[in-house]
């Protein structure tokens, strides 16, 4: 986190406080705090552009008490998770791309048995279009075999 500031009264700064450095310091994480624990993980990673922001609507009137001023805005640059967390997010994401996966195939399988009803469809309607696709299959290298079984025989 990066925090822009100048010392607006060098008098309240240095004499009213034993280090107005550990006492910005101080303020700065409280208001860290504050932010952080009315956000969930998910929250704070989709705002993490506004949490400088909401510290540093926080931080100024505390400055002010230190004879300090915040210039701009509070920058929060990364934010870090325990492993145990990083860990549950890692989770979550494979669950979530395992799930699209499964809903990818599925809708695979759905396009896939839609053409076969539809080709069963047109080889009912059209009973030459199934000697059209064995002459086919016999075009590519595959074995044919026309005509009926003997009564009793079976194929295999």
């Given at each position: 986190?990066f925090?822009?500031?100048?010392?607006?009264?060098?008098?309240?700064?240095?004499?009213?406080?034993?280090?107005?450095?550990?006492?910005?310091?101080a303020?700065?994480?409280?208001?860290?705090?504050e932010?952080?624990?009315g956000?969930?993980a998910?929250?704070?990673?989709?705002?993490?552009?506004t949490?400088?922001?909401?510290?540093?609507?926080?931080?100024?009137?505390r400055?002010?008490?230190?004879?300090?001023e915040?210039e701009?805005?509070?920058?929060?640059?990364?934010?870090t998770?325990?492993?145990?967390?990083?860990r549950?997010?890692?989770?979550v994401?494979?669950?979530?791309?395992?799930?699209?996966?499964?809903l990818?195939?599925?809708?695979?399988?759905?396009?896939a048995?839609?053409?076969?009803?539809?080709?069963?469809?047109?080889?009912?309607?059209?009973?030459g279009?199934?000697?059209?696709?064995?002459?086919?299959?016999?075009?590519?290298?595959?074995?044919?075999?026309?005509?009926?079984?003997?009564?009793?025989t079976?194929?295999?």
């Amino acid at each position: 986190m990066f925090v822009s500031f100048r010392i607006a009264d060098p008098v309240r700064a240095l004499l009213e406080h034993e280090s107005w450095q550990l006492a910005m310091h101080a303020v700065v994480q409280v208001a860290l705090r504050e932010v952080v624990t009315g956000t969930t993980a998910d929250e704070m990673l989709a705002a993490r552009g506004t949490l400088g922001t909401q510290i540093a609507e926080r931080v100024r009137p505390r400055f002010a008490e230190l004879g300090l001023e915040l210039e701009g805005s509070i920058d929060v640059r990364d934010i870090t998770f325990p492993g145990d967390l990083k860990r549950a997010f890692a989770k979550v994401l494979l669950a979530r791309k395992e799930g699209e996966a499964a809903l990818e195939r599925a809708r695979g399988e759905q396009a896939a048995l839609r053409s076969l009803a539809n080709s069963a469809r047109l080889i009912a309607e059209h009973p030459g279009l199934l000697h059209l696709r064995a002459l086919q299959a016999a075009e590519q290298g595959a074995t044919v075999v026309f005509g009926e079984l003997p009564p009793g025989t079976a194929p295999g």
